[in-house]
């Protein structure tokens, strides 16, 4: 399975209300990896207009009404047909200077623009997960000698040690185990030392 089909199966099980992924597909010559490469750009940006939308005022209604239009154009843009709707319908009330039109719709368009970044981010992980995991080597298990490394580590509170441990751990897919290296890496954010120990101990 190369890229394309990675980015094409995880569309297909993906159900974003109001986003239609085929037509998203479609607008970049059914190019899903460029597709991709727009819905993370518009993750990753959308937030700092969506900032500017909740500073409405009576004042900026107008300000309001142009930053409004390119929202609009980029979930337009993406396929997010639902919001690009929402953000049309408070465009035109800007323009007409209905501010309590606006008003009334703009907390409830950025509250779900922001649910639909929080789901696109999912997408987007999921995609990068599966890239990430098909690019591993296979092994039958986690390396004992790598995980008593990690198991010292963490009782001589040695963050670059278990940080460099995990790496190695990381760089390869297990037949068995690999729930074990997956929370390995949540304990190793969370400060979780002692749960490390304790678990790592019982196990070597």
Known sequence: MDENEKILAVFEKTNIEGVDFSDGIARFGGNPKLYIRIITTFVDNIGKHLDVLAGLTLEGLEEYGIVVHGVKGSCYGISA????????????AAKQGDFDRVTAGNVIFINAVNELVVKLQAMLADIERRESEAGREKRPMPDKVLLAVMLQASRDFNVNGMQEALKGLEQYEYDSGGDLIKWLGEQVTAFG??????????IL
Not at 193 to 202: T, V
């Open 81 to 92: 047909n639902k919001e690009g709707g929402m953000a049309k319908d408070l465009e035109i």
């Open 193 to 202: 030392y002692d749960k490390i120990e304790e678990r790592l101990a019982s």
